[in-house]
T-cell receptor, first 111, second 116 residues
Framework: EDQVTQSPEALRLQEGESSSLNCSYTVSGLRGLFWYRQDPGKGPEFLFTLYSAGEEKEKERLKATLTKKESFLHITAPKPEDSATYLCAVQADGNDYKLSFGAGTTVTVRA | GAVVSQHPSRVICKSGTSVKIECRSLDFQATTMFWYRQFPKQSLMLMATSNEGSKATYEQGVEKDKFLINHASLTLSTLTVTSAHPEDSSFYIC????????????FGPGTRLTVL
């Protein structure tokens, strides 16, 4: 069974204080690892897809990296508008594109 | 802009009634859509896969007679919560894969169901 564990559960940052979120995963064969952002009361917003170890993707202050066992989401010089819950999900080979989600990391950035 | 819509965004109903939630893909066709539910401060749990032209496939522990799914067209899937009870109160979210890499799923804004 696919397993996704995110840490920490919650992260409080001062504006400009860079940090990283961790996503550890166990999957029989990884088709892709996904990062989403979710604001309260809204659906997840797609951020990145990573397919193979060593791959990196960036979007504004966010950078996602992937190894064979985990992924990191780095937030550089965060702003209050980066406050959200960040969800990690994996998709295994041959499972009809189903996603298995982690519990998420709730990030709060204070001005 | 949004690529997947849901309607309604919020619904309050009495116990024992049925509620229908619509999920639409905007400007693209989706032969497959997914339905999730999310409890407060918890992550998304996949309920079922909606397949256009065939029956939905349900995850273990999800009652198919309780949560009826109909994929009526290439842009519309509906989830009907039948004989709703307070424990069915939750945030229901749909998703659809889009793009050249159809493994990337885009999510709707969600529907907050409250059963009194």
């Amino acid at each position: 069974e696919d397993q996704v564990t995110q840490s920490p559960e919650a992260l409080r940052l001062q504006e400009g204080e860079s940090s990283s979120l961790n996503c550890s995963y166990t999957v029989s064969g990884l088709r892709g690892l996904f990062w989403y952002r979710q604001d309260p009361g809204k659906g997840p917003e797609f951020l990145f897809t990573l397919y193979s170890a060593g791959e990196e993707k960036e979007k504004e202050r966010l950078k996602a990296t992937l190894t064979k066992k985990e992924s990191f989401l780095h937030i550089t010089a965060p702003k209050p508008e980066d406050s959200a819950t960040y969800l990690c999900a994996v998709q295994a080979d041959g499972n009809d594109y189903k996603l298995s989600f982690g519990a998420g990391t709730t990030v709060t950035v204070r001005a | 802009g949004a690529v997947v819509s849901q309607h309604p965004s919020r619904v309050i109903c009495k116990s024992g009634t049925s509620v229908k939630i619509e999920c639409r893909s905007l400007d693209f066709q989706a032969t497959t859509m997914f339905w999730y539910r999310q409890f407060p401060k918890q992550s998304l749990m996949l309920m079922a896969t909606s397949n256009e032209g065939s029956k939905a496939t349900y995850e273990q522990g999800v009652e198919k007679d309780k949560f009826l799914i109909n994929h009526a067209s290439l842009t519309l899937s509906t989830l009907t919560v039948t004989s709703a009870h307070p424990e069915d109160s939750s945030f229901y979210i749909c998703s659809a894969p889009r793009g050249a890499n159809t493994d990337t799923q885009y999510f709707g804004p969600g529907t907050r169901l409250t059963v009194l």
